[in-house]
């Protein structure tokens, strides 16, 4: 879909494809599928970035997302909150990272550091 498309979704309808990319992004990655899983890294971060431009009914979409059953939605949801719920979106990055070691671990441990230390860009 294309961002132009992205615009003319409903809230409802964005973040439940925001849901659905996040969730295959995350088995994907967890599956060691890395190819599979950074062609759907764009469409994921595409939706992500209108979500955020969404304002404050789009945070409240995504910050009930940040305890979402699938790991790849809670991660992508925090990506999208520490802009505006940091302690939260700090805290379900935390949780991500915990082991068992996962490639989706590994990346919520990495961003939550660059997060911390200052060098996350917040917009890709």
Do not use: Q
Not at 14 to 28: P, Y
């Amino acid at each position: 879909m294309k961002t132009k498309d992205l615009k003319t979704l409903t809230l409802e309808e964005l973040i439940a494809r925001f849901h659905e990319l996040s969730a295959k992004h995350g088995h994907l990655l967890n599956a060691l599928n890395t190819r599979a899983a950074n062609k759907e890294y764009k469409h994921a971060a595409a939706v992500r970035k209108e979500l955020r431009t969404r304002g404050p009914d789009a945070e409240k979409c995504l910050r009930v997302l940040l305890t979402d059953p699938e790991p790849g939605t809670r991660y992508w949801a925090a990506t999208a909150a520490l802009g505006f719920a940091p302690s939260e979106a700090e805290r379900a990055l935390a949780l991500l990272a915990e082991p068992p070691p996962t490639l989706l671990s590994v990346s919520a441990a990495m961003t939550l550091r660059a997060w911390k230390n200052g060098t996350l860009p917040l917009e890709e």
